[in-house]
């Protein structure tokens, strides 16, 4: 069978064009939209405690980093860590949908994927161990475009494996704003400004309560969440919800692959039709 060809929708094409100016920048800053890098290498060095500790990460595993860049900001220093040099993986992947060369070192593999694309599950021969995304390029994709992405994920993991999302845990003023002039509708979109270096300005959008939206898509998807605070948190010491020194607001989430997706793209398009404005 021909796989669909893949056109992303226009929120995600002004998100990239966003990304393709403020990269560099948002790497070095760490800003609301990257998050905290020395936290969230700390956070995931939890998790892979937690992992070896619970026999879910072994010495010879393989992992995968999606929308990865150069897999410098988190790949290299994860894979330097004493967590990582005990229980030194067999694979690793780093994904983006921006050409990057291979690390000199062969430290891993790079791959050139949009994390949406139909054609997503054919990019290794094998399923991982674990997966992370650690970046915010979800919360800019329409709610056809996550699920699509969720489903990837859970395509390339194997069954019980792990993924791991670091993703902005939405913004409190701004939902209270919005709330205040939409009434109980809470979900919607806010624009943001950034400045660069040199002082000039980028605007962003960004879709307000994005992580309500990818908890019930992770569901959706055949994920179960380990680490909400109101479940019983399985992953000691990484609590979901964290606040960088910057004062931004966001969430690791822990999600294990249960089952295939159990909810289609066409079966959630209809629930967003029927979902009240």
């Known amino acids: 069978e021909k796989l669909r060809e893949y056109t992303p929708g226009a929120f995600q094409e002004q998100s990239t064009r966003f990304y393709e100016r403020m990269g560099k920048y948002l790497h070095v800053s760490a800003s609301e939209t990257t998050g905290d890098t020395r936290q969230e290498l700390a956070r995931l060095g939890g998790i892979f405690d937690w992992l070896i500790a619970s026999d879910r990460w072994h010495g010879g595993d393989r992992m995968m980093d999606v929308g ?29 949908r921006d050409p990057y060369s291979e690390p000199t070192d062969h430290g891993w593999t790079m791959i050139r994927k949009d994390f949406t694309d139909p054609n997503f599950a054919t990019i290794i021969a094998e399923p991982v161990d674990v997966m992370m995304h650690t970046w915010s390029p979800i919360c800019d994709l329409d709610s056809p475009d996550q ?30 704003a919005y709330k205040r002039a939409h009434g109980a509708r809470t979900l919607g979109r806010i624009t943001k400004t950034f400045r660069l270096a040199d002082g000039s300005a980028v605007e962003k959008e960004f879709q307000i309560g994005e992580q309500y939206d990818i908890i019930g898509r992770a569901g959706m998807s055949g994920f179960r969440i380990m680490n909400l605070p109101d479940t019983a948190n399985t992953v000691n010491g990484v609590p979901a919800f964290y606040e960088t020194r910057a004062g931004n607001k966001r969430v690791t989430l822990v999600l294990e692959k249960i089952s295939e997706p159990t909810t289609s793209l066409d079966q959630l398009a209809l629930q967003i039709r029927q979902k009240p404005s």
């Open 68 to 96: 990865s860049a150069d897999g410098e900001r988190i790949l290299r220093p994860l894979m330097n860590s004493p967590q990582l040099q005990t229980h030194m993986p067999s694979s690793v992947y780093a994904v983006d």
């Open 147 to 176: 699920k699509r992405a969720l489903d990837n994920f859970n395509a390339v993991l194997k069954k019980g494996g792990i993924l791991v999302l670091d993703i902005p845990a939405g913004y409190l003023e701004e939902m209270i």
